[in-house]
Every structure is written in C-alpha cells, then in structure tokens.
C-alpha cells in the first residue's frame, strides 16, 4: 500500500540553524500538508499545497517558515531560523482530492520527523 | 467545521469491542464525521468517516446516531495494538479550507 515518507527521523539542530523537512507523498495526490506536535500536546495545523502555491496557513507559519515541491516527488519544510519552541514532531500528509470534494478528501498521514532544537 | 467532545481516556479488555462515543451537537447537515488514531507519536492514521449512514470498513464500524448529534467508533475485537488517541473530527462539504482540527481525543488502553 502507497505510503507517505519523511526523512529524516529525528534532526537535531541548534538554535537559529536552518533545516529542511523532506516528505514523499503518495504518488498520485495533489494536495500536501504539514502538521506539527510539540510534545504532549494537540497536533495542529501548518500548511496546505496545492498546485504549486500554499493553498491555506495557520498563524504559526509565519515568515519563518516555507515550503516548495522541487521536483515531481519532494515535498519540503524549511524553518529559516530555528527557535527552541520548534521543537516538536512534523508531520507530512497527502491527500488525492478527488472531485474537489474537500469534506471527503482523506489526508493519509507520514511517520513524522522529530525537530530538536538545542 | 463543528466542536467535537470526547472523553479524555477510556480502558477496554483485549479481544472485547470498543466502543468509542463522540458528541458533535452542533454539527450541520453537510459536516462529515472522520476519525483517526495515533499511536505514540506516530503519524496519524485514518480509521473511517461517514455522513449519515453507518459505515465499516477492515478497520472498524461507525455507527452515526440518526439525529447525527453523536457517533461511536466500534473497533468490534481490540487487541493491544490498538492502544491508541482516537480523534473524531467533523469536516464541512466542500468547505474553503482543507485542514484538518485535532481536538484531545480519547486514548484508548487495552488491556490484556
């Protein structure tokens, strides 16, 4: 069965580095996400991709944040310049958007990196 | 999208249903009823969602009460494996956004 995968695992980073998520959706989806967890809490929304431009953002992606589709299969998280609160677990996810039909568009979700900021 | 509310934490004994309740009180005729699970800080997994009818699938049975203000999630023979938060979430048809709002769940212990 199709998978979504993230790479790497865990980084571990210092604070004000620059680091890249990377995630491979499901092959033939159109719409890719990014969640987060910071440990023990809810999991919560980032961004939303689709055709090439962020389709939606939370107040959390802020100007710090972007991400890009740099080739037919990756797709990235960037945080410019790590704080310590962004430490948490990642979370890639992929949806096909049959139909335009968002209420029963199933986001299929990756394993997650672990962001640890020092 | 509608609130949802769950209870925090429930038990279940291995090999016996678990009945997952979720109260959606205010949710409106076109809201879809998902649900998802995580199991210690792996990546959330779909489960099932439904609109108004019962669905099931390999995974589980979602029964939607017929005033649609509450649901559960059955998992018909738990083992330990699916010791896991369950999140209920209500999804608008066709609404302008695509996110998905994860409430606390409920974390389900089964035990042997």
């Known amino acids: 069965e199709p998978e979504v995968t993230q790479t790497p695992s865990h980084q571990v980073t210092q604070m004000g580095q620059e680091v890249i998520l990377r995630c491979v959706p499901i092959?033939?989806?159109?719409?890719f996400y990014w969640y987060r967890q910071i440990l023990g809490q809810k999991v919560e929304f980032l961004v939303s991709f689709y055709n090439n431009e962020i389709s939606e953002k939370s107040e959390i992606f802020d100007d710090q944040f972007s991400v890009e589709r740099p080739d037919g299969s990756n797709f990235t998280l960037k945080i410019r310049s790590t704080k310590l609160e962004d430490s948490a677990m990642y979370f890639c996810a992929s949806s096909v958007l049959k139909n335009r039909d968002r209420a029963t568009d199933t986001q299929y979700f990756g394993p997650g990196t672990r962001l640890t900021v020092l | 999208d509608a609130k949802t509310t769950q209870p925090p934490s429930m038990d279940c004994a291995e090999g016996r249903a678990a009945n997952l309740p979720c109260n959606h009180s205010?949710?409106?005729?076109?809201?879809?009823v998902y649900w998802y699970r995580q199991i210690h800080s792996q990546g959330p997994q779909y489960i099932i969602h439904?609109?108004?009818n019962n669905e099931t699938n390999e995974m589980a049975s979602l029964i939607i009460t017929e005033d649609r203000k509450s649901s559960t999630l059955i998992l018909p023979h738990a083992t330990l494996r699916d010791t896991a938060v369950y999140y209920c979430?209500?999804?608008?048809?066709?609404?302008?956004?695509?996110?998905?709002?994860f409430g606390g769940g409920t974390r389900l212990m089964v035990k042997p």
């Open positions: 979430i209500v999804r608008l048809y066709n609404n302008a956004g695509n996110m998905l709002t």
């Open positions: 439904g609109l108004k």
């Open positions: 092959s033939n989806h159109l719409y």
């Open positions: 205010t949710i409106s005729g076109n809201e879809y």
